[in-house]
């Protein structure tokens, strides 16, 4: 079963290039990004201040006197076809009885991106980078983020890399924390990946130049496999959510596809989930605070629920992630082709995560999606700011210095850090619906097949079957809930503020 959790994020990516037309859909939905970025206090270009500093930074940075030489390890990367901003490395190694060495190391942004930079403060300022249809606004310069900081192939980089050890059932025996200096072997993207785990395709050329990193890349296989499955016995929910994609011939939007995740995508978000478990209980140990990402349990569980109780199924009457995974994978098991459906359903009533500060010896409320008590986010240092605290967290919990920053200002970078993530989303999201809107503009009066997503006194909610198009229902919505389905027909659409408007046909 593909394994989707609300946390991992979506496409990542290169910023488009070529030449674009005044009028193009490229041009017109960047532009609308642009505007939605500044009505939400995001800021789309880096200030003059910030570029200045960044023309002073001409080289990777340099090899510390700690840092261990892992430089001859069989380190891959697995990402997007077109990413360039390269957060992670993995490797295994098989130990006695039965147990692997998993390694990943994470691009050591702080060493170059000081705290209290120019650099550092637009970071601070966006949280986030942030992907629309068009154009990708990252939250550090490329230079660094897809150049500097980046595990680039064949590129000596420096690295902070969580050493774990597991049992033959997925179980964690040990972990450790360390500065390395990495070497990525090759860099190889998911759908290609996936193929050849699935022994659907061939093996990439780059899997096949170097000796042993197949053998390498299916012991990691083998591993995740058994972690998702520890993992799904515990409660952590096996969701398959429908992300659309927008596809563009030329600077002109031809169609909306599905982002979907496969078997080299679950390899990555386990390990990560299990790095980032690393690093979360690295910090309690070493007596500092933390930002941990934390869902709590689904207020409107009543309604998940009833949602189970339409499908003759019978969830307890409080929340209890061991039930609700068993009926998804029932569901999973008696419909996969509607079950995104029922998932996307399912991540809207849980609700979103947010960052929280963690003080030693606190109790962390967990993450009710991912079945795990002790998690931060720690592995995507150029992309996400929390990220890039946690790594400084870190590494000054190695060093045995003191804290980079105080406890209130750690409390108001996670209430500020969840507020911006929201904007984002929101952003992306608008941007996705102003695309939508462009595909659709021409359907005006066509019914479709729907969902509903979203139901609450501001408005319901609903998304078609195909194309993946979220929009307002305007006419009919009384009774709907979240989990309903529906014929609906297209009475409107408005690209510039990304409306699509509905009635119940």
């Known amino acids: 079963m593909n394994t989707t959790s609300p946390e991992l994020k979506g496409p990542r990516g290169k910023l488009p290039g070529g030449a674009q037309g005044a009028n193009s859909d490229r041009t017109v939905l960047a532009a609308i990004a642009r505007q939605a970025m500044m009505e939400r206090g995001l800021e789309p270009d880096f200030p003059p201040a910030a570029l200045q500093e960044l023309a002073g930074i001409g080289r990777p940075a340099a090899a510390t006197n700690d840092a261990r030489d892992l430089r001859d390890l069989l380190w891959a990367s697995i990402d997007n076809d077109d990413s360039l901003d390269l957060d992670q490395l993995t490797v295994a190694e098989s130990l006695p009885d039965g147990r692997v060495r998993i390694l990943v190391a994470v691009a050591d942004v702080d060493a170059l991106v000081r705290q209290g930079s120019k650099i550092d403060a637009h970071a601070l300022h966006n949280t986030t980078s942030v992907y629309t249809a068009a154009a990708i606004f990252p939250m550090l310069p490329e230079a660094l983020s897809t150049g500097l900081t980046s595990l680039n192939e064949n590129q000596d980089r420096m690295a902070v890399v969580a050493d774990m050890a597991f049992e033959a059932d997925g179980s964690l025996v040990t972990s450790s924390l360390y500065p390395a200096r990495v070497r990525n072997h090759a860099k190889l993207a998911y759908r290609s990946v996936a193929a050849w785990l699935a022994a659907e395709g061939a093996a990439p050329a780059s899997i096949q130049a170097i000796a042993g990193l197949d053998v390498n890349l299916r012991l990691q296989d083998s591993v995740a496999q058994r972690l998702v499955e520890m993992r799904h016995r515990q409660g952590a929910l096996s969701l398959e959510t429908i992300e659309p994609n927008a596809v563009f011939s030329g600077n002109a939007l031809s169609e909306l596809t599905l982002n979907r995740r496969n078997r080299a995508t679950q390899l990555i978000e386990d390990f990560m989930i299990a790095a980032n478990g690393a690093t979360a209980t690295y910090l309690a140990s070493k007596q500092f605070p933390s ?189 709907l809930d979240v989990g309903d389905h529906l014929r609906v027909k297209l009475i409107s659409t408005d690209v510039q503020r990304g409306f699509i408007d509905f009635a119940r046909d």
């Open 291 to 479: 930002l941990r990402r934390v869902l709590r349990s689904p207020d409107r569980w009543d309604r998940i629920a009833q949602l189970a109780s339409g499908f003759g199924d019978r969830l307890p009457e409080e929340p209890d992630g061991v039930a609700l995974e068993a009926f998804l994978d029932r569901r999973h098991k008696a419909d996969p082709e509607r079950f995104p459906d029922l998932s996307l359903a399912v991540v809207k009533l849980i609700g979103r995560g947010e960052y929280t500060l963690d003080l030693p010896g606190g109790a962390p409320p967990g993450h009710f999606g991912l079945a795990v008590k002790d998690y931060t986010h720690s592995t995507a240092p150029n992309r996400r700011f929390p990220d890039l605290i946690t790594q400084r967290l870190l590494k000054a919990a190695i060093a045995g210095v003191p804290l980079p920053y105080t406890l209130p200002e750690l409390a108001e970078l996670a209430k500020h850090c969840t507020e911006r993530e929201d904007d984002a989303t929101k952003v992306e999201r608008s941007v996705r619906k102003s695309a939508a809107a462009l595909l659709l503009s021409n359907r005006i009066g066509e019914t479709f097949d729907a969902l509903v997503t979203g139901a609450s006194p501001k408005g319901t909610w609903v998304r078609l079957v195909q194309p993946p198009a979220e929009g307002r229902l305007e006419r009919g919505f009384k009774g």
